[in-house]
T-cell receptor, first 112, second 114 residues
Framework: DVKVTQSSRYLVKRTGEKVFLECVQD?????MFWYRQDPGLGLRLIYF???????EKGDIPEGYSVSREKKERFSLILESASTNQTSMYLC???????????FGPGTRLLVL | AQSVTQPDIHITVSEGASLELRCNYS??????LFWYVQSPGQGLQLLLK??????LVQGIKGFEAEFKRSQSSFNLRKPSVHWSDAAEYFC????????????FGQGTILTVHP
């Protein structure tokens, strides 16, 4: 079974803090993704990576950055957290040439 | 650009009743289509997917979906709903790139009454 884990289920941060969300997959997948989920908006792609050190902007990259130093790990960084970044963050991975994505349990982030 | 619309934000059914969740997509070529389910506080689980071939696709938990190219639809169905099916359901489309980018619909929340 594919396993995607996220470092925290719940996180509370203050405005202006730097926030790191970590995602690890154990299936040697090339592709990894970060989404945010908000009620009524579904999932929106923030960034994705198709290889180590490679990244591409998704639909809503503003205010976020990512890091992929190792194949199994994909980090989402909020350089200076703001209240409008309060959301559920979901990580996913997929093999190359295969659109089926496997999701982690999500991190619910509250920025005060 | 590809897009997905789920017209129903919230659906309520009685346990044992049949279910149909609607999904309409916009994409220029043959799409790859997915249905995912999210139970409260959980990540997304794949229910089923359509890549090609038979337009009626069977998935897990007794769900099925039918791809209708003429209507640009991929509706999810279940003949008899169980209380444990209460969750949020997402339809998604991929454009067939090797990076596997998905575009999701807004989601449909399913409530099941006993």
């Amino acid at each position: 079974d594919v396993k995607v884990t996220q470092s925290s289920r719940y996180l509370v941060k203050r405005t202006g803090e730097k926030v790191f969300l970590e995602c690890v997959q154990d299936m040697d997948h090339e592709n990894m993704f970060w989404y945010r989920q908000d009620p009524g908006l579904g999932l929106r792609l923030i960034y994705f990576s198709y290889d180590v050190k490679m990244k591409e902007k998704g639909d809503i990259p503003e205010g976020y950055s990512v890091s992929r130093e190792k194949k199994e790990r994909f980090s989402l960084i909020l350089e200076s957290a703001s209240t409008n970044q309060t959301s559920m963050y979901l990580c996913a991975s997929s093999p190359p040439g295969q659109e089926t994505q496997y999701f982690g349990p999500g991190t619910r982030l509250l920025v005060l | 650009a590809q897009s997905v619309t789920q017209p129903d934000i919230h659906i309520t059914v009685s346990e044992g009743a049949s279910l149909e969740l609607r999904c309409n997509y916009s994409y220029g070529a043959t799409p790859y289509l997915f249905w995912y389910v999210q139970s409260p506080g959980q990540g997304l689980q794949l229910l089923l997917k359509y890549f090609s071939g038979d337009t009626l696709v069977q998935g897990i938990k007794g769900f099925e979906a039918e791809f209708k190219r003429s209507q640009s639809s991929f509706n999810l169905r279940k003949p008899s709903v169980h209380w444990s099916d209460a969750a949020e359901y997402f339809c998604a489309v991929a454009g067939g790139t090797s990076y596997g980018k998905l575009t999701f619909g807004q989601g449909t929340i399913l409530t099941v009454h006993p």
